[in-house]
């Protein structure tokens, strides 16, 4: 009984001392903000048809379908091109900015809000991976997704060598104004009857906000540092509970497609990777996926082993070196894919909710390499790598409006 008691008080000691997966969660932002990015890029040629006024999905369609299933998208609030063409370069700047890291708390809601405005705008455009992107950037806001890899870090390890050398920090401006601004937007689109419908995006949106005043005011008014910790645990529950929401997710989507897989007669008679490879919208490489389909062979590995590995994978988390082997098949088979089949961003998206599951030791070692190389790139190769920190966040070390 006491073994027992020991292992459930180390638990929530454990889950709630600190945010786990500080590089994981760095990955996951990174991942998928590029993701996000590239394809806005890419597409940025063609957007006005996508999502915009000039698409076939006309504004009075999405209005309509909008008013049915109440699911949220900013570009609801105006038809004109203008508006459009705003919310896009805000997604974009969003996108931006946290993939860099800088005021990781309020972007990764910017980015939540880009995500959505544009996807619920046209729904039909998408594909596996824009429904991925579309729950992460949801669940990447209640991490703390900025501890490392990012400015947020940089600047909160700065100030603490500054407060180390005995030198005075200013109280940060930049939090406060943009809890304003944001603030005063939530307040307009709010009063104006724009967040009416499905309250999932409101009360988030409402809760980072309130969640960021509470954050700041303990941070600058508390006398004592109990109702700092007090905030710090919330922080770290959030965290890891965002966190084991991603890794149960991406569990169910291998889950539920091998299963699905095994259902299918094509998949039980080993020829269902044939198919996609001889269809001209699934064929960018026409004499690569010949190559791929010459050998019955060959297409008879690789569709009972797609199976395979998407469904066990789910039963092998509590074997690390079963789990990393077949980590790395997956990480494979979406870059084959994303060659192979032309899906790069499904592929992306995909490769970015595996991430979760990479060794710290290994992700360490990356940022260590990349690193060195920015090192040599900037003339500073004979430099010293400093260690990288495992806790740290920007709302532990700053005064600035952040959030939990």
């Known amino acids: 009984m006491n073994r027992f008691t020991l292992a459930i008080s180390s638990g929530i000691a454990r889950v709630t001392e600190s945010a786990l997966g500080p590089y994981q969660t760095a990955v996951i932002r990174i991942g998928f903000t590029a993701t996000w990015l590239l394809f806005l890029l890419r597409e940025f040629p063609h957007r006005q048809e996508l999502y915009g006024p000039d698409g076939p999905w006309d504004f009075d369609l999405a209005q309509q379908l909008i ?58 455009m998408g594909d596996g991976g824009d429904n991925v992107l579309h729950l992460m950037c949801v669940y990447l806001v209640f991490t703390r997704c900025g501890q490392v890899w990012s400015l947020d870090e940089r600047r909160a390890r700065l100030a603490r060598e500054a407060h ?20 005063f937007a939530l307040v307009a689109v709010t009063a104006a009857g724009r967040l009416d419908g499905d309250l999932t995006v409101p009360v988030i949106l409402w809760g980072v906000w309130l969640g960021q005043a509470v954050w ?18 919330i922080g770290n529950i959030v965290h890891n509970g965002a966190l084991l929401v ?16 095994i259902q299918g007669s094509r998949w039980q008679d080993g020829t269902a990777v044939y198919y996609p490879l001889h269809l001209d919208y699934f064929s960018p490489w026409p004499a690569l996926a010949d190559v791929l389909s010459s050998s019955g062979t ?7 082993g797609t199976v395979v590995v998407q ?12 789990k990393n082997v077949l980590l790395a098949a997956m ?7 994303a060659v192979v089949l032309g899906l790069p961003f499904f592929s992306l998206a995909m490769i970015a909710a595996d991430a979760v599951f990479l060794p710290t030791s290994f992700l360490r070692r990356l940022g260590e390499w990349a690193a060195r190389a920015r090192g040599r790139l900037s003339g500073r190769g004979g430099s010293r790598v400093l260690p990288l920190p495992r806790v740290p966040d920007d709302e532990r070390a700053t005064s600035g409006i952040s959030g939990p």
């Open 67 to 124: 008013g049915t299933n109440g699911s949220f998208t900013a570009l609801m609030w105006s038809s004109s091109r203008f508006w459009f063409e705003s919310v896009y370069a805000l997604a974009v700047l969003a996108g931006v900015l946290l993939l860099l890291g800088w005021r990781t708390r309020t972007m990764s809601v910017l980015f939540m809000v880009g995500v959505l405005s544009l996807q619920n705008r046209s729904i039909f």
């Open 164 to 183: 180390a050398r005995g030198e005075r920090i200013g109280p940060d401006r930049v939090g406060p104004a943009l809890w304003g601004v944001f603030g």
């Open 216 to 233: 700041w005011i303990v941070g600058r008014r508390a006398r004592t540092p109990q109702p700092r910790i007090l905030l710090d645990v």
């Open 246 to 261: 991603i890794m149960a997710e991406a569990c169910l989507i291998y889950a539920t497609a091998g299963w699905y897989k």
């Open 298 to 304: 060959m297409v008879m590995l690789i569709t009972y």
């Open 311 to 322: 469904v066990a994978f789910p039963f092998t988390l509590f074997n690390r070196r079963v």
């Open 331 to 337: 990480i494979t088979e979406h870059a084959v894919i």
